[in-house]
T-cell receptor
């Protein structure tokens, strides 16, 4: 199993739709997780941190399922500006904050 | 305030030449990280610095890659005798501390093309 695995997509959704992505991870000892957003040819930027069971920020909800070792990102009422690649990030437990990035899930929101 | 800056933004070089990539982290950030991202691939961790020290160099792809950081600030990533497979976007990130799980702030990257 890869350390961090994501469906590459693309997920094509209309404006206003609700869309969810999953990310699976292999290290059962991981305690915290991140979702980063990366626009085309831009650098990644932190979207959300997930430290316990989940986190909600406006239209975005991240949930953690430790038993099944996956985290999800739910986007409600999709906007055109949500079109981007969403990177699932898991710290590798090596004693420092080495982040392992998934290859990302591409979202395309259309009018 | 100023974010992480990297230079050059684009670099085209011939196979076999050496290149030097520069990263200027956010002022006051003690931790600095180098990653590379190849087309369609995830970010690959290369090396991190806590202050000027890089305790773990195992992420560097080969001995042609080296990195240093001086004055706890600017870092340079050097690739000697570049190969075509070195073509990628090299991203630098910094965070406030290494020991806590702080957000990493990324620079815009250097797009390296080896011809």
């Amino acid at each position: 199993r890869k350390e961090v695995e994501q469906d590459p997509g693309p997920f094509n959704v209309p404006e206003g739709a609700t869309v969810a992505f999953n990310c699976t991870y292999s290290n059962s000892a991981s305690q915290s997780f991140f979702w980063y957003r990366q626009d085309c040819r831009k650098e990644p930027k932190l979207l959300m941190s997930v430290y316990s069971s989940g986190n909600e920020d406006g239209r975005f909800t991240a949930q953690l399922n430790r038993a099944s070792q996956y985290i999800s990102l739910l986007i409600r009422d999709s906007k055109l500006s949500d079109s981007a690649t969403y990177l699932c990030v898991v710290p590798r437990n090596t004693g420092f904050q080495k982040l392992v990035f998934g290859t990302g899930t591409r979202l395309l929101v259309s009018p | 305030g100023a974010g992480v800056s990297q230079s050059p933004s684009n670099k085209v070089t011939e196979k076999g030449k050496d290149v030097e990539l520069r990263c200027d982290p956010i002022s006051g950030h003690t931790a600095l990280y180098w990653y590379r991202q190849s087309l369609g691939q995830g970010l690959e961790f290369l090396i991190y610095f806590q202050g000027n020290s890089a305790p773990d160099k195992s992420g560097l792809p080969s001995d042609r890659f080296s990195a240093e950081r001086t004055g706890g600030s600017v870092s340079t990533l050097t690739i000697q005798r570049t190969q075509q497979e070195d073509s990628a976007v090299y991203l630098c990130a910094s965070s406030l501390e290494l020991v806590t799980l702080d957000e990493q702030y990324f620079g815009p990257g250097t797009r390296l093309t080896v011809t």
